[in-house]
């Protein structure tokens, strides 16, 4: 079964940086499309980045600059470096994957996965 595991969230201080890693496991035909999302205590889940199979990217305002998207094929992981980290990135960052996957009768059909999240806290 295709599951997307997260981690590298913890504690740092503003101006600091992390990476996060997912990686995918199980039976994964091709990546359609991933991207990081985050949700902050009160307020909405947000797409922070995105990477389309074209290669393409596409970075909320708020940590473009910043942030960079990134994946390892070789691997099936993909990453979030987080540079010049603000007290505002503080939230729980879940990692999404919309991948082609095998089905019980060998078909491929097209699935969303998210990651169990993973903690960032920025503070002094």
């Known amino acids: 079964q295709v599951q997307l595991v997260e981690s590298g969230g913890g504690l740092v201080q503003p101006g600091g940086s992390l990476r996060l890693s997912c990686a995918a496991s199980g039976r994964i035909f091709s990546i359609n499309a991933m991207g990081w999302y985050r949700q902050a205590p009160g307020k909405q889940r947000e797409l922070v980045a995105a990477?389309?199979?074209?290669?393409?990217?596409n970075y909320a305002t708020s940590v473009k600059g910043r942030f960079t998207i990134s994946r390892d094929n070789a691997e099936n992981t993909m990453y979030l470096q987080m540079n010049s980290l603000k007290p505002e990135d503080t939230a729980v960052y879940y990692c999404?994957?919309?991948?082609?996957?095998?089905?019980?009768?060998?078909?491929?059909?097209?699935?969303?996965?998210w990651g169990q999240g993973t903690q960032v806290t920025v503070s002094s």
């Open positions: 999404y994957a919309d991948l082609a996957v095998a089905g019980p009768d060998k078909t491929r059909y097209d699935y969303d996965y």
């Open positions: 990477l389309n199979s074209g290669g393409s990217t």
